[in-house]
Nanobody, 124 residues
Framework: QVQLAESGGGLVQAGGSLRLSCAAS????????MGWFRQAPGMEREIVAR????????FYADSVKGRFTISRDNAKNTVYLQMNSLKPEDTAVYYC?????????????????WGQGTQVTVSS
């Protein structure tokens, strides 16, 4: 079983940047496809970005394409989400998640392990 812990959230003005980190413990992160999700109040949890085990395959939601970058450092057991040009509509709790599935999935139900989430607030 792997434990995930996000950090790096906070309050930032529109146009600013934040870098989220997701540190894993218990198992090697290289075993998992990793995803970043977010959930705004009253909204369903949605995928933001996904990265394959090796880091060679990436996926981004259309809403963040060109602004966010997902990466991973398996040696440090950490996944990152660099968020640039932030907008007020990016405000949400951001979660990292891990799946041992062989495919690449965008739905929360496909992910086995979740962090506790970190709040990102973008002011206008």
């Amino acid at each position: 079983q792997v434990q995930l812990a996000e950090s790096g959230g906070g309050l930032v003005q529109a146009g600013g940047s934040l870098r989220l980190s997701c540190a894993a413990s218990g198992r090697s992160l290289s075993m998992y496809v990793m995803g970043w999700f977010r959930q705004a109040p009253g909204m369903e949890r949605e995928i933001v970005a996904r990265i394959s085990r090796s880091g060679s395959s990436l996926f981004y939601a259309d809403s963040v394409k060109g602004r966010f970058t997902i990466s991973r450092d398996n040696a440090k057991n950490t996944v990152y989400l660099q968020m640039n040009s932030l907008k007020p509509e990016d405000t949400a709790v951001y979660y990292c998640a891990a799946t041992s599935s062989s495919g690449y999935y965008s739905t929360p139900g496909a992910y086995d392990y979740w962090g506790q989430g970190t709040q990102v607030t973008v002011s206008s």
